[in-house]
């Protein structure tokens, strides 16, 4: 991939490095070329697929390097290049590869990935807005694979990929307006176990959430909008416990 500062210096990311097994962003300032951060280039142990840029000039990357939660799972990330060197941005365990990433006019950071769930077959792509360091899921499942994403000056958020209409001809997905938060289960449970929803994020009061398990509501609660999806296992209310949508 490449991007460009404000000062006319250009960047290439991908599959080089000057350590074994490493990768590493080179810069180019019209003369020569110079690795970032080469001496923490063990931050990229894969492959960097897209790197971006915000208006401030600070650099971004993602891809498929990881940090290992533990024997049998792995969490990829986006980070963001300090003067320390790079630093890991928003502390969002994401379960599968980043395919791009970009920026809005106020600088806050968009992934677009996938979550895989191989036991359902789940391949549904989504886009994660980090907004001021904290992050949101949102805008919804998209239509298909998505390969890149980008921004205009108005805010809006496009994405391009393996998208499809109904007539089977493709076309470019874009997603208007403020994004949502989103929650959704990963696995049966109740509502108030961390271990029932994406990354350990319990719905806070006014979510909108995306049940895709059975899920036991054992707390009252209070959510803007309640998605089940079809095919999904039972939503049960325990005796006593109230939900509100609103």
């Known amino acids: 991939d490449l991007a ?3 000062q006319g210096n250009l960047y290439a990311a991908g599959g080089f490095g000057n350590l074994p097994g490493k990768r ?12 970032l951060a080469a ?12 790197i971006c840029i915000d208006k401030d000039d600070s650099i971004y990357a993602a891809g498929e390097f990881y940090i290992n939660v ?14 320390t060197g790079w630093v890991e941005f928003g502390h969002v365990g994401i379960p599968n590869s980043i395919q791009s990433i970009c920026a809005d006019t106020a600088t806050n950071i968009y992934a677009a990935t996938r979550y895989i ?32 994403i980008c921004t205009d000056l108005r805010g809006n958020l496009y ?41 350990g994020l319990v719905p806070p009061t006014g979510a909108h959430v995306t049940v895709r398990h059975q899920l036991t509501i054992d707390v ?22 109230t939900v509100v949508i609103r």
């Open 220 to 241: 009252n609660v209070v959510c803007a909008s309640l998605t089940v999806d079809p095919g999904t296992p039972d939503v049960i209310v325990l005796p006593g416990v």
């Open 4 to 6: 460009m500062d404000s």
């Open 159 to 199: 994405a391009a990929g393996a998208f499809r209409d109904n007539t089977n001809n493709g076309y470019l997905a874009k997603f208007a307006g403020a994004y949502l938060a989103k929650y959704v289960t990963v696995q049966n449970g109740n509502w108030s176990d961390p271990a029932t929803w994406a990354y």
């Open 70 to 83: 533990n024997l049998s799972s792995v969490r990829y990330y986006v980070v963001k290049l300090t003067d």
């Open 117 to 148: 769930n191989t036991t359902l077959q789940d391949y549904r792509s989504y886009i994660i807005k980090y907004d001021s360091a904290t992050y949101k899921l949102g805008g919804g499942d998209a239509p298909g694979y998505i390969s890149q």
């Open 24 to 35: 590493n962003i080179l810069k180019f300032n019209g003369a020569t070329w110079s690795g």
């Open 39 to 50: 001496n923490d280039s063990s931050t990229f142990n894969g492959f960097i697929r897209d």
